[in-house]
């Protein structure tokens, strides 16, 4: 746990208190509701509603929907809906209606001492979270007890000042959440970027000015063809072929499962496929003599493009490795570099037209899979090899320039996420708003907690007394 966990009040700006989180809310204290007495309509929260970090609520869903049987904590308009099941979700929420939730989520008002939306934020502080994720008890579902909850530390800001630190970070973090929103949706753009470029380089748009300098006047007619219920038009110097034309062969691994063994030769399946390469780590061993038998069938060597034929169907990536290994439920395109090259087969199979020609093909119900003969006569369309080196050229050019603001999301990313914390950690030290003199101070609100005198029943100081 880090080290403001327990801030001593001299830490902490002029009328300001710490305690407990106890000491201004009943922690635990809740309202039951059998399911009997919910009415169709009623909101019925569970924590799968709510997003971790984020707060945002993910769908509404009234009793007549949900069907629920259990019992409910009921809430009004304006409490804090604290999940306190797996607490480090950080699953919280400000009520904006009334309704009835889970027994995991615990309502919290205050006890006249608290702004709603200050009690919301300080739940979200790092030193809140550092402490609960320490004192939660359980190991696969931890909970926030009560009495630990009541003894959660709680920075207490005048009432006053409180409203306005929850005024100003309702403003900064509604932008950081906006710039978040604006970076959750750039994978998106970067993976219609690629599919874009494959698209362009797949039907010879990419490459159409270069063809204009590089290719004789006769060779820059297009032509049209009938592709999947579709008119395209291809440039005439491409032909329009099968796989097992243009590779030296296609074919797929061993059909049986051999026996495993501590120490052998890698089995790379389906799942051991990324565009990365081979993930050799999670492949099963087989020993040297079912190595050879696959081998005579379907032996690997570099500069040959393997496919995932089941499950995640399309997984590819080209062999550049001289580890021996041997495959089951992977196809295999053998290299056949007079004709085509590896990379730009590897990019025709991660293209658009490719996957619009395989899809309403593959077999299976939840589990797709593509057949050998599949694989087999699936169409290519070929560049001359000349053409197939510039579009590789080109594609991995753009390729890197993705990478690049790929990586920089990376960054930016993390940025965000540290500025909620930060904005936090400022606000409970008094950094984010000026202290007014003549605000209550928190330890006369204290006081007038314990000696149960209402709110407003205090008065506004004149002077900095208050600490203690």
Known sequence: ???????????????????????????????????????????????EDIEKDTSQLLSRVTFAERKSKSTKNRFETGDVLYGKLRPYLNKILIADQPGYCTTEIIPLRGNGTLENRYLFYW?????????????????NMPRLGTEAGRAAPFIL?????????????????????ACRARLDRVPALLKRFRQSVLAAATSGRLTEEWRMTNGANDELHNVEIEFEDATLTLPSTWKVTRADAVCSSVRDGTHDTPKYVKSGIPLVTSKNIRPAGIDFEGAQQISQDDHREISKRSKVDIGDVLFSMIGSVGHICIVETRREFSIKNVGLFKNNPGTVLPQYMFYWLQGPLFSQWLDPRLRGGNQKFASLGLLRESPVFLPPL??????????????????????????????????????????FRGELVPQDPNDEPAAAMLERLRSGVPEGGGSSRKSKAGKR
Request: aromatic residues 6%; glycine residues 4%.
């Open 386 to 427: 000349s053409e197939q080196q510039e579009i590789v050229r080109r594609v991995e050019d753009l390729f890197a320039f993705a990478d690049r603001i790929e990586a920089r999301l990376a960054t930016a990313r993390k940025t965000v996420e540290r500025l909620t914390p930060a904005t936090l950690t400022k606000a």
């Open 157 to 177: 800001a005048p009432l006053a000042e409180q409203k306005r630190i929850a005024d100003k970070l309702e403003v900064l973090l509604g932008r950081v959440d």
């Open 123 to 139: 739940l979200k502080h790092p030193t809140f979270l550092d402490y609960v994720t320490a004192v939660s008890h359980g190991l």
């Open 1 to 47: 746990m880090n080290g403001e966990i327990r801030m001593t009040n001299d830490e902490l700006p002029e009328g300001w208190q710490s305690c407990a989180l106890g000491d201004v809310v009943d922690y635990g204290k809740t309202r039951k509701a059998e399911p009997s007495k919910i009415s169709a309509k009623s909101w019925i929260l569970e924590l």
